[in-house]
């Protein structure tokens, strides 16, 4: 009697697992009766027909992403890289992602590397690390066309790293070396050009402060000589009038012509003093005749 009931209730439970299905928030089951779909259940719970109905695929309806292996590619400029990367994808549509292919994961993975080879031989070697987010656009691009079949939707895709080979790396590293010297020398080059000019500038100052201080300098002592000259000027001016003035007064005529008599004889005497050979006019033959002319001249100047 046990025995029978026990195993009654095991068939009911058989049952009720069969009948009673919880679907959690982030799955989506896919039901079969007899082979064929039925419908598809969200999340929540659900009743079943038992032995006709069945789960045939669970499938995850949260984000998730997926490592693409790293693989040789070759850029355009025929330089070979190792790539690899992640991406992101949701299924959108359970149904299509059960029975539109029979792995969207391998299928997305491998749609991804292939198409990463594409999009890595359009690009240059130093395009691909400059241009990595154009390159992850269009990659993503490529395989949601294609996998818009399999009720997946691609997200965004990441080249994670780049790998070029030890070859290129070492050439890379001449090339980097041989910039920074080219940079330097072209510094350095600058740095000379600027010193030359600050120093020619230097001297083109030097020049015109000189010869400003010359021109200053001469135009003072040219206005010291015009000063001079005025004053002397001046000063001979007064004493021609002055003498000009002695003149016209009684005996002043005559004392002009002892003044120039006794200068004509004080130069007569230093001509003759210097020299061996002395020639006299006629009129200074006869020395008498001087002294007369001289004691004639004397009463008048003594008036």
């Known amino acids: 009697m046990l025995t029978g009931i026990t195993i009654a209730a095991a068939i009911l439970f058989v049952v009720f697992l069969k009948t009673v299905v919880v679907v959690p928030m982030r799955a989506a089951y896919i039901i079969e009766r007899l082979g064929k779909y039925r419908t598809t259940l969200e999340p929540g719970i659900h009743f079943l027909v038992p032995f006709f109905d069945r789960i045939a695929y669970n499938q995850e309806v949260r984000e998730q ?63 691909l690390f400059s241009e990595r987010e154009s390159l992850n656009e269009n990659i993503v691009k490529e395989i949601d066309v294609a996998s818009d079949s399999w009720g997946i939707k691609v997200l965004r895709y990441e080249v994670m790293n780049i790998y070029p080979s030890e070859h290129v790396v070492s050439t890379l590293e001449k090339q980097m070396e041989a910039e920074r010297e080219k940079r330097a020398e072209i510094t350095l080059a600058t740095a000379e050009k600027e010193s030359n000019i600050n120093v020619s500038e230097g001297e083109r100052q030097k020049a015109i402060n000189i010869s400003e201080g010359e021109r200053q300098r001469r135009i003072n002592v040219a206005t010291g000589k015009a000063k001079e000259i005025e004053l002397l000027a001046e000063a001979t001016a007064k004493g021609i009038a002055m003498i000009s003035k002695e003149i016209q007064r009684p005996g002043g005529q005559v004392a002009v012509k002892m003044q120039l008599l006794d200068q004509f004889i004080g130069e007569i005497g230093k001509i003759m003093h210097s020299c061996d050979i002395a020639v006299l006019p006629n009129e200074m033959a006869n020395i008498k005749g001087i002294f007369e002319g001289v004691n004639q001249v004397a009463p008048n100047i003594n008036k």
Do not use: H, W
């Open 65 to 127: 992403v997926f490592d693409i292996p790293s693989q040789s590619c070759i850029t355009q400029d025929n330089i070979q890289v190792e790539v690899d990367g992640i991406v992101y994808l949701k299924v959108m549509d359970p149904q299509e992602a059960s029975y539109g292919i029979g792995d969207y994961r391998t299928a997305a993975v491998n749609l991804a590397q292939t198409t990463m080879r594409s999009e890595v031989g359009k690009l240059t070697l130093g395009n």
